[in-house]
């Protein structure tokens, strides 16, 4: 509760009121302590507090008892006993129900609460997927592509669809952001399809939240608005549940403007089981929500981690911690013995205990408490008792959450989901275009290769019809020739036989008168005789050279 315009936060041994001041509420706090020890009561009472002074805060309900902000709290006698030990009665101490409003990443119990891929970004969905140092870059090779091409990443399958491309285009994309193997893309896809089976395809997509809708008040503007997320079922997904917070903080980081110093914070987040935020964290998302936690004070933010142990809290993140509560710890161990003096020596001495002791012997709802007083220096630590909440301690039922969902307009904002025109659906157009140009080619290539294979078979029907011809003609020439050569040799024979004829009638004759001259000189018969014998040995003769 409120006193005097400071944030009363217990009593210490000597009835002191210890406060916190809230121009440094943005300076970020710690609340730590084993189980049991009082830590969701001590949230309750600073948020119900942030809320009286018209600061929204946001609060991450790991158990569900947190919703009980909503109620008024109910009366009994250990409460009756405590407004007396604390004077809560005459300090104007109220129970009372404060404005709340319920989110939930899976939209069953709360207004549905929404990123994107692309708002996500490849550092923080690499540890949300498990991913080895190589798939990581290749995410991160993914995201360039997109933003090169103005790729929107809104959903897991415009993620999937961007994958799937890049296997199909290697040969495109090796060239320009560096080789990558299909294989470790196959992983980071079945990857993403593990992670749906876990919700994920509801937490990413449109319309994803607009941080500004955070930072609401009442209709009266009085009181700051509660916004609590349901976190039961996230909680049994540890990665999804602290890379969800880790967003957060970056989202705020770098969507909200410079504010200076103000007299009260523009919003406070108090973020439960923060040990899980930073398990297995790599060292380069480390070193960016480190950064956000130091710079985002000047965005007038607090920031409160809720954890067992501060040893839970990386060093260079716990030292933004100005403002501390520490309940009990227990020491069985020489390692849990060290972490309670660590604890001890982060407060500021106080004389009249020993932190240390104090911290190992606390029961369930004190605390030894160190704020940063008005000058900015941290105090001394104290020992109190911290005040009881106003609302209830017990937890809203599911009836009561949806009802206070449904009653605000931001449920109509971000009830019903959109589906954008994204990566999946462009590339999906682009796949359907080339697939037209596929067949578009195909055909081409199949009207080519039937042309191809009528312009051979016409070819090599006009080389048979061409050998045809020229066999025919050759037979036709070949038929002439024979044709002439038979007429010549026919007239050659012809020839011959007349001469032959003439030849032997003119050499008979002349052999018959050489003959007769040559046989006179036997008288009458030698004369006949040699004729006849002349003229026969004549047309031997010619006969011989006319063959």
């Not at 309900?61 to 947190?66: F, S, T």
């Not at 994204?422 to 157009?429: D, K, N, P």
């Amino acid at each position: 509760m409120l006193e005097n315009g400071k944030i009363w936060v217990g009593v210490n041994e000597e009835k002191e009121h210890i406060v916190m001041f809230p121009q440094m509420a943005n300076r970020h706090g710690l609340i730590a302590g084993a189980t049991g020890t009082g830590k969701t009561v001590t949230l309750k009472v600073m948020a119900e507090a942030f809320s009286e002074l018209g600061v929204p805060v946001f609060l991450a309900d790991v158990k569900g008892d947190i919703s009980g902000l909503m109620h008024a709290g109910e009366d009994s006698s250990d409460l009756q006993e405590r407004k007396e030990r604390f004077g809560l009665t005459d300090a104007g101490f109220v129970q009372k129900g404060f404005p709340s409003l319920f989110w939930d990443l899976y939209g069953k119990t709360g207004i549905p609460l929404r990123t994107t891929i692309s708002e996500m970004g490849p550092l923080l969905l690499a540890r949300l997927l498990e991913l080895t140092t190589t798939q990581a870059s290749i995410l991160q090779i993914a995201f360039q592509i997109a933003d090169d091409q103005s790729l929107l990443l809104t959903d897991t399958k415009d993620l999937k669809a961007l994958l799937n491309y890049m296997i199909e285009e290697k040969e495109t994309f090796s060239k320009q952001y560096g080789t990558y193997a299909p294989q470790s893309i196959g992983v980071i896809i079945r990857q993403v399809a593990a992670l749906e089976t876990e919700g994920a395809d509801t937490f990413f997509g449109e319309p994803a939240l607009d941080i500004h809708d955070f930072l609401t008040k009442t209709v009266d503007g009085r009181e700051g608005m509660l916004h609590i997320l349901d976190a039961r079922a996230l909680i049994a997904k540890p990665k999804m549940y602290s890379t969800f917070l880790l967003w957060f903080i970056s989202e705020l980081f770098e969507t909200l403007p410079e504010e200076g110093d103000l007299d009260k914070p523009k919003m406070v987040f108090f973020f439960d089981e923060a040990h899980l935020l930073f398990r297995d964290i790599p060292k380069v998302l480390l070193e960016k929500i480190e950064q956000a936690v130091k710079l985002i004070r000047s965005k007038g933010i607090g920031i409160y981690f809720c954890t067992q142990n501060p040893a839970d809290i990386p060093p260079q993140v716990l030292a933004q911690l100005s403002n501390r509560v520490e309940h009990g710890l227990r020491a069985y161990t020489p390692a849990e013995q060290k972490a309670v003096k660590a604890a001890a020596e982060a407060f500021r001495e106080n004389p009249s205990f020993d932190t240390r002791t104090t911290i190992l012997n606390l029961g369930v709802g004190e605390a030894v408490v160190s704020f940063l007083g008005e000058d900015g220096i941290p105090q001394i630590a104290q020992k109190i008792k911290v005040l009881p909440p106003q609302s209830s301690f017990s937890a809203a039922t599911e009836e009561d959450r949806l009802s206070a969902a449904k009653n605000s307009l931001l449920y109509q904002k971000y009830i019903t989901p959109v589906d954008p025109d994204s990566a999946y659906e462009f590339l999906e157009r682009m796949g359907l275009e080339k697939s037209k140009q596929q067949e578009e080619l195909e055909r081409e290539k199949a009207a080519q290769k039937q042309q191809e294979a009528e312009e051979k078979v016409r070819a090599a029907e006009e080389k048979r019809l061409e050998a045809q011809r020229q066999k025919a003609e050759e037979k036709a020439r070949q038929a002439a020739e024979r044709e002439l050569q038979k007429e010549k040799t026919a007239k050659d024979r012809a020839n011959a036989r007349a001469i032959k004829s003439v030849g032997n009638s003119a050499a008979g004759t002349i052999g018959r008168e050489l003959g007769k001259a040559a046989g006179s000189s036997f008288g009458t018969f030698g004369k006949r005789l040699g004729g006849n014998v002349g003229a026969s040995l004549a047309r031997g003769i010619l006969g011989t050279l006319f063959k």
